[in-house]
């Protein structure tokens, strides 16, 4: 998929939703969105890449942590991915955290101006927050967002495990992370509103990159979660199913 555009790149006049109908403005929207999966495609080989590394990396110390780092939309994305880890999988709570502008109040709440991290106080995070033995995942849709940026460039320099999703080309995450992912989504259908596409690519990318470490890990057998952990009715029920599956295997 060959993409000149980025995230900010205006749409074109007939593709103004505002003055198009709905059956119009919805489709449109969809088939946008749609092109997400394609720039997902395209960075597989780069996905690969970092599973590998990640799962080689984890095994290796059983203290090792998986850090996701980012802010605004992708800050939010990060951490749906990874709280999941636990209750899908049964990744250890004390090997994952979230580095998140503006802190957990960030999550419900629009804190924009908290990316705007100084040099000297990512230093400071990253020493109580990261260590040598980890990997860091950082999001940043633009790739330049300097609170995302800064963390990864620090933990990479204390020789923690770094990439980087962005998705704009040649951005300063993409040059900074040991691994970079690009999903170059390009134009948005409401002009750098990346919690349209770009959002949609990342949670992908998270998706393909966390399902496949955690199999390697020994959490997946016969396409089932072996490891879940149950905190109600139907989890219970569902792991007595799984239980049953894989014992008659």
């Not at 396409?223 to 295997?249: A, C, D, F, H």
Request: glycine residues 6%.
């Amino acid at each position: 998929m060959k993409n000149n555009n980025t995230t900010e790149t205006l749409p074109k006049f007939d593709q103004y939703i505002d003055i198009l109908d709905n059956d119009t403005a919805l489709s449109l929207m969809l088939d946008n969105q749609a092109e997400a999966i394609d720039a997902i495609r395209e960075s597989l080989p780069s996905i690969n890449q970092a599973v590998t590394k990640i799962v080689k990396t984890l095994s290796q110390n059983k203290k090792s942590k998986l850090i996701y780092v980012g802010a605004g939309t992708s800050g939010r994305i990060a951490v749906q991915d990874g709280v999941e880890l636990y209750p899908t999988f049964g990744w250890p709570k004390k090997n994952i955290n979230f580095i998140i502008a503006g802190g957990y109040k960030a999550l419900t709440k629009s804190i924009e101006g908290a990316e705007d991290l100084s040099n000297e106080n990512s230093k400071i995070i990253v020493k109580n927050k990261i260590k040598n033995i980890d990997v860091v995942i950082g999001l940043a849709a633009s790739g330049s967002t300097k609170f995302t940026v800064e963390i990864i460039k620090h933990a990479k320099a204390i020789g923690a495990m770094t990439i980087g999703i962005s998705n704009n080309k040649n951005s300063m995450l993409e040059k900074t992370s040991d691994i970079p992912i690009l999903l170059n989504t390009g134009m948005e259908i409401v002009a750098g509103s990346t919690r349209l596409k770009a959002g949609t690519a990342q949670k992908n990318c998270l998706n393909l990159i966390s399902t496949l470490v955690m199999t390697r890990l020994g959490n997946v057998k016969n396409g089932m979660m072996n490891n879940m952990v149950v905190t109600n009715q139907k989890l219970e029920k569902r792991k007595k199913i799984i239980e049953n599956k894989l014992n008659s295997i």
